[in-house]
């Protein structure tokens, strides 16, 4: 059973068994304080151990009134000019435990660590960057299929696929000829002005070959176009690789998400890295 993204009020929250939490994705200001109450109606009714809100750093108080712990924050996330904060509530105290600490703290350190060393520059390389279309879908659905053991939407679905696009995410690709080999995608709030990097996946026989990061480079270039201000990934904790991907090509560590999301076959912590696309 896949996650359910509805309105309550005029605020956009995603909810389900799977990650066993409430997400709430687009806070209207209108909504508040009333919406707390209504989220913790809806976990008490679906039984969630967890609420996570994305919210501007103004309302912030608000949330600590109802037992929201901020876990992440990042500068300018509204329009390049308001920070936003990455709140919590835990529901079940278990949920707020992470045996793994330890190793989480070593990969950011890590990561941080060799952001500072010097790069040479992304070879072009072989295979073809792009943005996707339509008649992309089906292969990028298998390259998903290969790249999630499990995941909370049903991008395994060229039709889901095919929804997303047509409304708020761009897809891009990395091709040996006509073969999709990667892909990684840009979930874009236009409103907002930033854009989230993320469900990247690369094909077994052409890891290692840093196309997370080439198809980074073109994302972020596509969303300065587009007037993206701000970029941000929510990434598996424990995936040394892709934190350190994001903190080489300038993202700053913002915080980790504990036990928040359900992906590889169970839930996991994440991390929050932002970067700022503007004058770049």
């Known amino acids: 059973m896949f996650d359910t993204i509805e309105k309550i009020d005029h605020s956009v929250v995603q909810h389900g068994p799977i990650s066993d939490r409430i997400y709430l994705m687009k806070l209207s200001d209108q909504d508040l304080p009333d919406l707390l109450d209504k ?21 912030k108080e608000m949330f600590a009134s109802h037992d929201y712990v901020e876990e992440a924050s990042v500068p300018g996330f509204y329009k390049g000019q308001t920070d936003g904060v990455f709140l919590a ?8 435990r992470e045996p793994a600490q330890k190793k989480i703290e070593h990969i950011i350190d890590l990561s941080e660590e060799k952001a ?7 070879p072009d390389g072989p295979l073809t960057i792009r943005p996707l279309e339509e008649s992309d879908a ?5 390259v998903y299929q290969e790249g999630f053991e499990s995941y909370p939407f049903p991008i395994h679905e060229p039709d889901y696929l095919l929804e997303t696009m047509a409304s708020h995410v761009a897809y891009f690709g990395a091709f040996d000829e006509n073969r999709l080999v990667a892909a990684g995608s840009a ?11 993320t469900d990247f996946a690369t094909l077994p026989d052409y890891r ?7 198809l980074l480079v073109t994302m972020e270039q596509y969303m300065r176009n587009r007037g993206i201000k ?7 904790a424990l995936s040394a690789g892709m934190n350190i991907t994001f903190a080489k090509h300038g993202y700053q560590f913002a915080g980790t998400l504990t036990n928040n999301t359900h992906i590889y076959g169970g839930i996991e912590s994440m991390n929050v890295w932002y970067k700022s696309l503007s004058g770049n």
């Open 138 to 142: 089906e292969a990028l659905a298998e």
């Open 230 to 236: 701000t970029g941000y990934t929510i990434a598996r």
């Open 116 to 122: 500072k060393q010097a790069e040479p520059e992304i």
């Open 208 to 214: 290692g070959q840093g196309l997370a990061q080439q």
């Open 89 to 96: 509530k835990y529901i079940d105290p278990q949920r707020e």
């Open 187 to 197: 979930e874009i709030d236009s409103e907002a002005q930033n854009a989230e990097m």
């Open 39 to 59: 989220l913790d109606r809806l976990a008490e009714q679906q039984d969630y151990s967890k609420i996570f809100a994305k919210a501007p750093l103004p309302v």
